[in-house]
């Protein structure tokens, strides 16, 4: 489960890709498939949440990893590593590695 919090021994890949509205959903299709099948199976994986912009121009993958050095394994596994390059094959990508600094709720 994902746990957005300041304090955590954890790494956020955020990675946000353009793409035109009539390929969103496939390339929805493919993260959800990509996690489910292979990406939750890899060392140091902690959770993925995909989401789609409303005008149907992006989608935004917010991944947690254990450490960045596990995120760089899984790119370098030939089983997970067609994933991402399907996924830029469909759209745009602009991908960085972030800690969390600050977080707020009404609650």
Same mark, same amino acid.
């Given at each position: ?14 990675? $946000?890709?353009?793409? =035109?509205?009539? #390929? ?8 959800? %498939?990509?996690? *489910? ?21 992006? $989608?935004?993958?917010? =991944?947690?990893? #254990? ?8 790119? %370098?596994?030939? *089983? ?28």
């Amino acid at each position: 489960m994902t746990r957005i919090a300041t304090g955590q021994d954890i790494v956020t890949l955020a990675n $946000v890709f353009t793409i =035109a509205p009539d #390929r969103q959903q496939a390339l929805v299709d493919l993260l959800v %498939a990509a996690t *489910e099948q292979t990406m939750c199976h890899q060392p140091g994986y902690v959770s993925a949440n995909i989401h789609r912009s409303l005008d149907g121009t992006k $989608v935004v993958n917010y =991944a947690q990893w #254990r450490r960045a050095e596990d995120l760089e394994a899984m790119l %370098a596994n030939p *089983e997970a590593g067609s994933h991402p390059q399907e996924a830029n094959e469909l759209a745009r990508s602009e991908a960085g590695l972030y800690e969390v600094v600050f977080t707020h709720s009404s609650s």
